[in-house]
């Protein structure tokens, strides 16, 4: 099992980029997947997912209404549109699944204390 993300990099305040976590030796469709991010000397947090079988999403407050994730199963990737970004979302990136859940579960979530299965992270620095 892999999650290989990407994407990242240097990005002023206000613009965009998008993230990618291709995904392999498991079948994207059957399961849900979160992106999580870890600042420097910060606790790793979920930032959004988004459910196998129904699309449903989830963001935290912190960046709704600016990021939208989104999958294609037919290229085995979940994306990570981020729009309007700020100093504050400076962080490593990352993409995660819980492959302990049932399949096609229909819902998702961003809690950290589950036994997820993560791939690399991609940073996303943002200036001033």
């Known amino acids: 099992v892999q999650l290989q993300a990407s994407g990242g990099g240097l990005v002023q305040a206000g613009g965009s980029l998008r993230l990618s976590c291709a995904v392999s030796?498991?079948?994207?469709?059957?399961?849900?997947v979160t992106w999580f991010r870890q600042a420097p000397g910060k606790e790793r947090e979920g930032v959004s997912c988004i459910a196998s079988s129904t699309g449903i999403t989830y963001y935290a407050d912190s960046v709704k209404g600016r990021f939208t994730i989104s999958r294609d199963n037919a290229k085995n990737t979940v994306y990570l549109q981020m729009n309007a970004v700020k100093p504050e979302d400076t962080a490593d990136y990352y993409c995660?699944?819980?492959?302990?859940?049932?399949?096609?579960?229909?819902?998702?979530?961003?809690?950290?204390?589950?036994?997820?299965?993560w791939g690399q992270g991609t940073l996303v620095t943002v200036s001033s």
């Open positions: 030796g498991f079948t994207l469709e059957d399961y849900s």
């Open positions: 995660a699944v819980d492959l302990t859940k049932q399949k096609y579960w229909m819902s998702c979530t961003l809690r950290l204390a589950q036994p997820w299965t």
